[in-house]
């Protein structure tokens, strides 16, 4: 409807809700995960690399998914990536050992680097009225909030299920 903020369309809030979910499903291993890899046998420095490995894709990333997202469509990024980075958390606790863990973790930062600016831009898109402050305010805000509330559901569920 026209005259309503950006975040009263429907479009806009599912990109915040979707945003929320896949940032808070690639955060809800951070409590657990250097512990299975200890675990699996890595040693403490392996295990930081499990830890950040999933956190350097998308600094070297970046910039080659936006150009190919550009030329092959965002909504195909967009899927894959939040596809991959809701079934992601699920492997990571089914790897066997640390290689394979070590790559579930870069795959899970290729997931966000192809939907997390991919997101962005949509919201930017889609903005009514040009209202980018507040667009960006929004998407900003469900990002932080899946960085806060999924650890916590990780961390809850790393102490009940042991």
Known sequence: ???RSSWFRTDVVYLYLAQFLVIAAGYVVNPVISLYALSLGASIGTASLVVTSSSI???LGQIPVGYLADRVGKGLFLYIGATVAMVTPVL???APNVPELLAVRVVSGLALTMFVPISWVLVMELAPGK????????????TQVGVFVGPLIGGF?????G
Request: aromatic share 8%; no cysteine.
């Open 1 to 3: 409807m026209q005259g």
């Open 57 to 59: 894709v998308p600094v």
């Open 92 to 94: 990571s606790y089914l």
């Open 157 to 161: 569920v790393g102490q009940v299920l």
């Open 131 to 142: 209202n980018y402050g507040k667009s960006i305010g929004n998407i900003a805000a469900a």
